[in-house]
């Protein structure tokens, strides 16, 4: 649940940085003859409306219609009352209520005009295809294409007011952590994870994932039940949204008295890990990470978790992360001021001691920026 209806804050995004998305698209839409991009949006999929106006769809689906010129113009099937907080949040100003999606959209395409009968459409695999079919219907001759690889090539560089955002939501996420870790043990798994939310509510954050899992037999962590009481090594992951954008953590806690096979895998995975993140930079292919990890994990009783997440597909909590295992996106070269999302952990096929650290980086030209900065955690 979103923490209230969020309000434009205007110093910490300014106007002009919407602006100046908007007419770098515009220039791209020019010359590859585009007469508009239709950018779909709704509550699981706001990131791309909300990068071209601010404005973040909690419910019910949204249109951003951008021409080659001007602002743009939205539809929405929310119910027209909404129309003064919409336009207190947004860079758009003109918006259309239609409880039809595709009249809307259609509607909006007529009143601007189609010269070229070319449409980009940004979300095409999300976009409600009884609304597209209806656009097809009412513009037989126009071609309507797929663009979301292309902004998403533009939004995954972060900009220096967004890197600015995502440093803060790392904070929270980091004190949301810190604040637990002295006073978990014994809990139950729903009681951490309501202080965990708590602390990062408190801290004014705009949504929240807790995940929680811990020892048990078998080679992948599993979420614990609610009552479930915590007694041995824990894996927490927080992941906290402001502004629209995401910050996550994840860190093992280690019970009281460890078993010294587990404080092993701990320094293991440590070493590994501050190893690894050395080659989070500019130019570097997501494989090569890979395969520096392989190369120092040979023990065949010990199970490798790794895998890297951009900080733009984990906005919509339903893009893969890259693994081994999934290997879509492995020779992507990581560029500077791209934020990606890495995590790396050990599993013990004897005893099934798990332990596992991730963080949120943005990517520089030579060296790493971390921004979730808690420690590695041992509390023993």
Known sequence: MKNGLIVWDHNEIPDDEIRA????IQKSMRAENLDALIIFGDVNEAGAVSYFSYFAPYYFSTALILTQTGEGIMTTVMAQRGKPWIQSNSLIQDIRFQRNYGKG???VLKEIGLSYNRVGIVELDLFPYTALLDLKKEFPH????DVTDAINE???I???VEINIISKAAQIADGAIEAVLRNWYFKKECELAGEIERQARYRRCEDIFVHIASHAPGNRWLHLPTEQILEQEVLVEVMVQLENYWAVIGRTILPHNPEPSLLHLKDSVEELYSKAIKNIK????VNDIFQGIREEVKNDNIKLFSSIGFGLYVESMQRAWITDENQRGFNVP?????EVFFQLGLLDKKNY???????????GERETGQCTKTQFVANY
């Open 282 to 285: 500019s130019g570097v292919i």
């Open 21 to 24: 998305r908007i007419k770098t």
């Open 142 to 145: 126009v071609e309507f294409i």
């Open 158 to 160: 972060r900009s220096p």
């Open 334 to 338: 990581l560029k500077e001021n791209m």
């Open 353 to 363: 001691n798990k332990f596992l650290i991730q963080d949120t980086f943005i990517v």
């Open 105 to 107: 959209c259609s509607d």
């Open 154 to 156: 533009l939004r995954l």
